[in-house]
């Protein structure tokens, strides 16, 4: 069984990796997912705040990489703060946004994550299959609750298991991946950088943390593909509502 082990640090290998394929970003820019997420935003807002001032809504994207979703969250809601452990992807999205109204970006660990206000809606596009230790998992969780409002949601698109990925992942649910961890010199480690569970091990650690789950959909026509350029994972799109500051389970 794999274990957390705190010498791998996946701030400096996210880091690492925007620095060297920040032009991937840019010129294929994946628009059609871009486009799917923004629909995806839109029928959050119309279910959970639907009729809702956007002056009263606030929301933080964590994992927001180089903002590249952040301009439509703004636009749909309100006021958005993005949210990533990468320095330098949170520099790029400052510059790529300069001009954006109602845009913030935080360069912070989200697990360490502290903010002096509390959100309407936390937006995570595939940072939560991106924390591979089940104990940093809670953690997540448990950052999404402590900064959420009463009432407030909590809404992922996450990679989630089907049986093709057995042979793809390992025993525990592990994509391991050979990735960049020093530049100069290059040196490159296998590391495992996404952990895909099963829809109903996902629903647990939800129910777990408390939250109340209003929407729960494996996107079957929407697939997306892991680093290895030919595996396909399905997504999964969850709303989990933090109904009191009782946990309800
Ligand atoms: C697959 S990328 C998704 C980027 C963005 N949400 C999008 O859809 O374009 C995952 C992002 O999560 C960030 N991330 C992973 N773990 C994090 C953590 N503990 N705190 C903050 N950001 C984290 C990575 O730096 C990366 O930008």
């Known amino acids: 069984m794999s274990e957390k082990n705190d010498l791998i640090s996946f701030k400096h290998i996210y880091d690492l990796s925007y620095r060297r394929n920040l032009q991937k970003f840019f010129v294929e820019n994946h628009s059609e997912h871009v486009d799917c997420l923004r629909q995806w935003a839109e029928e959050i807002k119309n279910i959970c705040f639907f009729s809702q001032d956007t002056n009263d809504i606030n929301v933080l994207e964590v994992g927001c990489g180089i903002g590249r979703l952040t301009p439509f969250l703004a636009q749909i809601f309100g006021q958005t703060i993005g949210v990533d452990f990468s320095p330098y992807a949170i520099s790029q999205a400052q510059k790529l946004n300069v001009n954006s109204q109602g845009i913030f970006f935080i360069n912070q660990d989200f697990l360490k994550f502290s903010y002096p206000s509390k959100f309407s809606l936390i937006f995570d596009s595939h940072c939560f299959h991106c924390i591979p230790w089940n104990e940093d998992r809670i953690t997540f969780l448990k950052k999404s609750w402590e900064n959420l ?9 996450t990679m989630v298991y089907n049986n093709a990925l057995s042979e793809i992942l390992d025993e525990d649910g592990l994509y391991w991946e050979k990735v960049l961890t020093s530049l100069d010199p290059i040196v490159e480690n296998w590391l495992p950088t996404r952990r895909v569970k ?10 777990n943390m408390g939250f109340k789950i209003v929407y729960f959909k494996v996107q079957d026509q929407l697939k997306i593909v892991l680093p290895d350029g030919k ?3 399905d997504l999964l799109r969850v709303i989990a509502c933090k109904k009191s500051n009782i946990k309800i389970n």
């Open 231 to 233: 595996s396909m994972v």
């Open 198 to 207: 099963r829809a109903y091990e996902i629903e647990n650690e939800i129910l």
């Open 149 to 157: 409002k009463i009432g407030g949601f909590l809404a992922m698109e």
